[in-house]
């Protein structure tokens, strides 16, 4: 008989679970494969390649003048001068808890975990209260003729229904997470921005396919640090994005595997030689937020950190313009022209 209650209450739980699921959206993609995800990439930096085609023959574009250039490139390194009160994303002295959340995806991982840790709080709490009480309760002295029942049905069901309860309240919002994150088919098929991330042994390599951009960002020195800038977190190139736009993170490796994180995007994602995988965010408060690479990767591991700042739109179109001339040395503008 109890055989039979425990075989329907998994059944149960089975059928919660799967309901849960059920309600969830279907996803488009799961992790593709490296030459699907690859293949989006040129298709995306096709459109823009044939726009400077159609720029090129049109009579109003001129090339800009030394001077220009010069203007251009100093208002893109304004834009990224350190500002120490423009930190949002760093951890502080003594911090307990996450950084601030910046985007929604964080703002759900954090009321999901702080649901948990209430949750597993009130069960601690309550099986040490059972654990005292027993102590106290039934000790040789305190009981000392023990009654002999093996079985009840009742303390069965309980016990196995309400962890059943508590179990798919957590799922439900982990897995509906989870469903932002990797199936969001707006924010990887049709992002506002998309930037290239690769993990090189022990700097990160940054693209911006659709702009013609390509960079290396490696650390800062502790010599070099300016003022209130953190130590192991400041780096020489930093990644630029606009604030409220969906950013699409594509990710991969030139030589062993890294991990691109970002604590106050919420955000983590291996970088993997050989794969391509993706991830967004959206950022809601300009400043600048700082990650680190989060898969042991090397003797140099701990000195590969992540910086990104982000802007307004304006900003972000004006560092665009220099940051095409700055970097132009790099291959990035024949990149953008082979596609
Ligand atoms: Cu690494």
């Not at 930096?45 to 490139?73: R, Y």
């Not at 027993?134 to 029942?149: C, E, G, H, Q």
């Not at 009742?154 to 919002?173: D, F, H, R, S």
């Amino acid at each position: 008989m109890n055989q039979k209650i425990i075989v329907s209450l998994r059944a149960l739980s089975l059928a919660l679970v799967a309901s849960a699921l059920v309600t969830l959206p279907t996803p488009s993609f799961a992790n593709e494969p490296a030459t699907d995800a690859a293949a989006a990439v040129t298709e995306a930096a096709k459109a823009p390649a044939a726009d400077a085609k159609a720029e090129a023959t049109a009579p109003a574009e001129k090339p800009l003048s030394d001077a220009e250039k010069k203007v251009a490139i100093e208002a893109a390194d304004a834009i990224t001068k350190f500002d120490a009160s423009a930190v949002v994303g760093a951890a502080k002295p003594w911090q307990l808890g996450f950084q601030d959340s910046a985007t929604p995806i964080k703002e759900a991982v954090q009321s999901l975990h702080d649901g948990v840790l209430i949750t597993i709080t009130i069960i601690t709490l309550f099986v040490l209260g059972l654990m005292v009480y027993i102590v106290l309760r039934f000790n040789k002295k305190a009981n000392p003729k023990p009654s002999t029942f093996t079985h009840n049905k009742l303390v069965e069901v309980i016990w196995t229904v309400i962890p059943i309860i508590i179990l798919v309240g957590i799922a439900i919002p982990s897995v509906r997470i989870h469903y932002k994150l990797y199936y969001n088919e707006n924010a990887l098929t049709n992002p506002d921005l998309t930037i290239k991330v690769v993990g090189h042994q022990w700097y990160w390599e940054y693209e911006y396919p659709e702009q013609g951009i390509k960079f290396d960002s490696n650390i800062t020195k502790d010599a070099d640090l300016a003022e209130g800038s953190p130590r192991l977190l400041e780096v020489d190139n930093a990644i630029v994005a606009p604030v409220n736009k969906v950013v699409r993170i594509q990710i991969t490796s030139a030589d062993v595997i890294h991990a691109f994180a970002i604590p106050a995007f919420g955000i983590k994602k291996g970088a993997v030689p050989g794969r391509l995988n993706e991830t967004w965010f959206e950022a809601n408060k300009e400043g600048i937020y700082y990650g680190q690479c989060s898969v042991l990767c090397g003797k140099l591991h701990g000195f590969m950190p992540v910086k990104i700042i982000v802007v307004s739109q304006e900003k972000f179109d004006a560092w665009v313009k220099g940051a095409k001339l700055k970097y132009a040395d790099n291959d990035s503008l024949k990149f953008a022209a082979l596609n």
